[in-house]
Nanobody, 127 residues
Framework: QVQLEESGGGLVQAGDSLRLSCRAS????????MAWFRQAPGKERDFVGG????????VYADSVKGRFTISRDNAKNTVYLQMNNLLPEDTAVYYC????????????????????WGQGTQVSVSS
């Protein structure tokens, strides 16, 4: 079972950048697709973006496309979410997640397809 830990959240102003990290302290992520989700107060947990186990395919939600970038370093057992040009509507708790199945060729957008989650890190963007 993969165990994940996020870091890098904080309070920033609109237009600023943040980089979130997600490190697997237990298990190995190299065979699993990884994704980022976010959840604002009173809302459902939404897909932000993810990539396949090989890193060959990366997809993003339309709301973050062109501003956010996902990368992974399998040697460090870590995935990253680089967030640029942050907007107030990006305010949420951000979670990373590890895929339920190994070596999928696609990036699922449903939380049900991920079975290991970090504790979340708060990102707050002021206007």
């Amino acid at each position: 079972q993969v165990q994940l830990e996020e870091s890098g959240g904080g309070l920033v102003q609109a237009g600023d950048s943040l980089r979130l990290s997600c490190r697997a302290s237990l298990g190995i992520i190299s065979s699993y697709g990884m994704a980022w989700f976010r959840q604002a107060p009173g809302k459902e947990r939404d897909f932000v973006g993810g990539n396949t186990w090989s890193g060959g395919t990366t997809v993003y939600a339309d709301s973050v496309k062109g501003r956010f970038t996902i990368s992974r370093d399998n040697a460090k057992n870590t995935v990253y979410l680089q967030m640029n040009n942050l907007l107030p509507e990006d305010t949420a708790v951000y979670y990373c997640a590890s895929g339920r199945y190994q070596r999928l060729a696609v990036v699922p957008r449903s939380p049900m397809m991920y079975d290991a989650w970090g504790q979340g890190t708060q990102v707050s963007v002021s206007s």
